[in-house]
């Protein structure tokens, strides 16, 4: 898989771009010129999604209706155009368009799998719950179109039921009423919970060794995923704790709930861990989620690295300079002295301006 170029257009602060990648492509401009926009913009292709925003208005050059992506990408002998399209108003959906013709945005899953390493990755592991919940669902979001689908049905099963809880806590509704949603929360939720644990389980596969390079200490690295209801007792525990939920009017049970935790030499990494280990367990990690999207889409991920290198020493630079040479990878970088020169040699530079 590569990408061949990208069309950015009233995207962020590019009103009109095109640029064209290269095995390694690294841009390099002073903060706030734009670069990690580029980044963005390929993620969002490949995950429907930003990192950095859940608000189209906020990707849309300023005093612009609309905003365009088109990205280009050669898969063996086959080229694709993926085109994202939205317009900012009361009902803004964004439309997608493969070689001309119209698609579900779930249709962009797997079209371009992605790995990204930016600053904010760091927070994966003393940040909320939520962001490592969603670190494994991009994932397997990414090689499962059924899971995406699961997750969708999910949360519109969690709106429902805690509308229903409300209702009953206000005598509008009666306990009875939760049997369809309590039946429907743990058909998927199981479905959810299930594939994550597999997940966690083949990252773990690789996760030590990959550690061990990084860091050069041999330290056992794993995850351990922390579900707030066991599967095969899911139906029983929400059965249990209806009057506690009506009395919160929330569902306090399920994979909304659950969290993983990073653990070196069976001590939790966010409690004791230094600076420099937590970078080396991030890095151990993102090698172990390139390893798993090339196992389960048949080609290597496209890696974005979007001004990681000035947050490691370096010895991590030379490690992840490494881990570039072995798929098509984007950087963005402020100060172009923060890459190797190994890598500078063959990559193609881009000065960014405005």
Request: net charge positive; proline share 2%; aromatic share 8%.
């Amino acid at each position: 898989m590569k990408i061949k170029s990208i069309k950015l257009v009233n995207f962020r602060n590019r009103g009109d771009y095109h640029l064209d990648f290269s095995d390694v492509t690294i841009l390099i401009g002073p903060n706030g010129i734009g670069k990690t926009n580029i980044v963005e913009g390929i993620y969002l292709i490949a995950t429907g999604r930003s990192w950095r925003t859940s608000r189209d208005l906020e990707m849309t050059e300023w005093q612009k209706d609309f905003s365009r992506i088109t990205l280009t990408t050669q898969f063996d002998d086959k080229a694709n155009i993926l085109e994202l399209f939205w317009q900012i108003n009361e009902k803004a959906i964004k439309q997608l368009k493969i070689n001309g013709t119209k698609h579900r945005l779930i249709d962009l899953l797997g079209t371009v799998p992605a790995v990204l390493f930016s600053p904010e990755t760091l927070d994966l592991l003393n940040g909320a719950p939520a962001l490592r919940r969603r670190f494994l669902d991009i994932i397997l979001s990414q090689t499962d179109r059924r899971y995406a689908l699961n997750l969708l049905e999910y949360h519109k099963i969690l709106r429902e039921r805690n509308k229903l809880l409300a209702h009953i806590k206000n005598k509008k509704a009666k306990f009875d009423e939760l049997e369809f949603w309590d039946n429907k929360l743990v058909e998927i939720g199981s479905q959810i919970i299930l594939k994550r644990q597999e997940l966690v389980k083949f990252l773990n596969k690789n996760l030590s060794e990959d550690y061990a390079k990084i860091s050069g200490k041999k330290q056992k690295l794993n995850l351990k995923y922390k579900a707030s209801v066991l599967v095969e007792r899911f139906a029983d525990t929400i059965s249990a704790g209806r009057e506690r939920e009506v009395e919160q009017q929330s569902t306090l049970y399920g994979p909304h709930r659950d969290d993983f935790l990073f653990i070196l030499d069976s001590r939790e990494v966010a409690t004791f861990a230094s600076r420099g280990e937590f970078r080396s367990v991030i890095l151990a990690l993102k090698c172990a989620e390139i390893l798993y999207l090339e196992h389960k889409v048949g080609t290597k991920p496209i890696l974005l690295l979007d001004d990681i290198f000035s947050e490691l020493d370096a010895d991590r630079r030379k490690h992840l300079a490494s881990i570039v040479s072995d798929q098509q990878t984007i950087i963005t970088t402020t100060d172009i002295d923060h890459i190797e020169k190994n890598l500078r040699k063959t990559a193609k530079i881009v000065e960014l301006n405005l």
